[in-house]
């Protein structure tokens, strides 16, 4: 009883600590914490770990989860080197949840090196895993936080990425091992966390993420479209290391390990600037911003 009353008076220590904000430092706006952070805090996003889909409207660029999700990403990038996507749809814009492309039964198309069922990458072992971690509670999973760029939970044991707004998941059937990345979807809606650890979460939009959370709503069953006139055509999907130099958007993300970020969390932690009336001193996993910047 003595340790279980030391641990649980350090725990609220712990908690008292996070929950009251310094006023020693001045405040900063996320713009000023960004434009002050050294460049070293910053690392360029791989080409080979982007796609570009080109829709009628404009590009979506993803970032690959290589780290989490290895197969899928392989699987992924292979389906690209195919032109899997290329004339494939828009199936499913679902208010508040997400929106989901991919190609129908009966319009096969060559895999090529891909294959069309994956193990499942749901989670990973959470030893050698570097988190950035929130001091906040989360109502999913023990500890919460930030590795290689994507926003992760765990257990003590695994760990997974989260579905946050802007998440890609690899859609799947009744069985662990039937998603293969043919079919992907993006969260545009509150983050449907019960999801987590259900489905592989293979990366996250870095840009035109509104080009996709503002498609027409479906008007099907969980937001797929009844008609061919609802869908939006696919252009083309492409690896950024198979684009022209000229083709490709330099982007750079905010390393989640730096302590810039670890600035920019606290910020919005405790919201200091004059309009807030109170600074709450806690946040939610999905509501921290992942700043990506094109590098000049």
């Known amino acids: 009883m003595r340790i279980l009353g030391l641990l649980t008076a350090g725990f ?30 910053w690392r360029a996003v791989d080409q080979g770990n982007l796609l570009y889909m080109q829709l009628p409207a404009g590009r979506v660029i993803i970032e690959l989860a290589a780290d989490y999700t290895p197969l899928h990403a392989a699987n992924i990038r292979a389906l690209a080197r195919a032109h899997y996507w290329d004339g494939a749809q828009i199936v499913r814009s679902q208010e508040n949840y997400v929106v989901q492309w991919g190609r129908d039964e009966g319009d096969p198309r060559p895999l090529g090196e891909a294959t069309a069922t994956l193990a499942p990458e749901f989670e990973r072992p959470r030893a050698g895993v570097d988190i950035t971690r929130l001091p906040d509670p989360d109502s999913y999973a023990r500890e919460v936080g930030f590795a290689h760029g994507f926003p992760v939970a765990s257990n003590g044991r695994t760990t997974w990425m ?55 709503r479906g008007t ?8 061919p006139e609802e869908r939006t055509t696919i252009i083309s999907v492409r690896l950024g290391s198979e684009l022209p130099a000229s083709e490709r958007v330099n982007l750079e993300a905010l390393r989640t390990d730096s302590q810039t970020f670890r600035d920019v969390i606290e910020s919005r932690r405790f919201r200091r600037e004059s309009w807030f009336l109170d600074p709450i001193g806690r946040i939610n996993l999905c509501n921290v911003p992942l700043p990506v910047r094109v590098r000049s």
């Open 12 to 41: 609220l220590a712990a908690c008292a600590s996070a929950e009251a904000p310094t006023e020693t430092a001045p405040v900063r706006a996320l713009s000023e914490i960004l434009e002050q952070s050294p460049v070293e805090d």
């Open 162 to 216: 989260a579905h946050c707004y802007g998440m890609v998941g690899a859609g799947r059937g009744d069985t662990a091992d039937s998603g293969s990345g043919a079919e992907l979807y993006v969260v545009i809606g509150h983050a449907p966390r019960h999801l987590d650890r259900n489905i592989a979460t293979v990366g996250r939009v870095l840009q035109g993420m509104e080009l996709l959370s503002t498609m027409p």
């Open 220 to 227: 099907g069953p969980l937001g797929f479209y009844e008609t």
